[in-house]
């Protein structure tokens, strides 16, 4: 069952929206979230899958892996994790005694990171784990399109913005960050608001975790 929400807040540039379950072993599902700064252009996000290796026979034995092996530290591990880089090339263009960003084009990476068994599975545990992991990385790859979303956020608001009485472009860059700020925050509140639902007692994730490890 879920225990609990939790925010484990860190400076502006990173941020780890975690969520903590209970079963046999304390188990985290955590988003992390890096931020720097924002665009304008065509693009696409780079989207990579990690895994990092589990064992056991059963799906309780599994869950227990992830418990175990899971990023994290000491009994708070993860479940799945899914991080993201995100750079700019952006130009800054004074204009009559202002200046105005001209082009934001951001590169955005993400990764996923999930767990894989690293033996063969018996058939009734791998028919019960591939409808686990399949879960999982939907789950995650909603997470993935809360940052794209952010993303082009960021992009819609910053290409054009311009200061007034700021020839040398640093004024801009203060009223930049704390716009940033403001969508930063928006997104890790969605991230929130979405893992409240899927992790709750008898939501989307619970259900995947109950399925696998008591096959029903």
Known sequence: MVDRLRLIERPY????VCVKTAARVSILFCSLLTLPLSAHAEWQA??????????????????????????????????????FKLTWTRKYEPQGGGCTIVTNKPKLIITYTLPKPAGKLP?????KWQTFIAGVQAHERIHGDHIKDMVKAIEAMSV???????????????ELT??????????RQKSRDFDSVELSN???VHQLILNLVNGG
Not at 123 to 127: F, K, R
Not at 178 to 187: A, H, I
């Open 13 to 16: 540039r990173q941020n780890e």
């Open 202 to 204: 008898g939501g989307n």
């Open 46 to 83: 780079v989207e990579k899958v990690q895994t990092y290796s589990i064992q056991g026979k059963t799906g309780a034995e599994l869950y227990a892996s992830i418990g175990e092996r899971g990023p994290g530290t000491g009994l708070v591990r993860a479940i799945a994790h899914t991080n």
């Open 160 to 174: 054009g913005l311009s200061v007034p009485n700021d020839p040398d472009c640093k004024k801009i860059r203060t």
């Open 178 to 187: 704390s716009r940033l700020g403001v969508l930063s925050q928006e997104q």
């Open 123 to 127: 058939p009734s545990t791998a028919a």
